[in-house]
């Protein structure tokens, strides 16, 4: 398999897995705040930081595979444009502390999980 087709696999993988769990996130506690996309990136990092450690220092995965994982499903799975688009609007809205927030804890949440 090549990089660009494992890439490719695996973020259709991981776009329809940030759906499925942001939908879920936002029916549970509804859309007040973007926490969908709060969890999603949170959970993104905490697994890109935790499996770039075992799939690149501590096994001998091939290059097709750590991109099918680390590039394809969870570059897919995360998502920037989201949380830039959702602070935008809480900032149309002019609900600037919702705003801030979003971006100070998504931050460093991700930091910190990564």
Do not use: H
């Not at 090549?2 to 695996?10: C, F, P, R, T």
């Not at 930081?49 to 220092?57: A, D, T």
Request: glycine share 12%; hydrophobic share 55%; net charge neutral.
């Amino acid at each position: 398999m090549n990089q660009a087709l494992a890439i490719a696999a695996g973020g259709a993988i991981g776009a329809l897995l940030r759906f499925w769990v942001s939908s879920g996130i936002y029916a549970w506690l509804g859309r007040g705040f973007p926490y969908g996309t709060l969890v999603v990136n949170v959970l993104g990092s905490l697994l890109m930081g935790y499996l770039y450690i075992v799939l690149i220092e501590r096994t001998a995965l091939g290059a097709e595979w750590r991109a099918f994982v680390l590039v394809g499903l969870l570059g897919a799975f995360t998502t920037f444009s989201t949380f830039s688009i959702e602070t935008l609007n809480l900032l149309e809205q002019a609900d600037y502390g919702k705003a801030m927030a979003n971006v100070a804890v998504s931050v460093v949440a991700c930091v910190g999980a990564a």
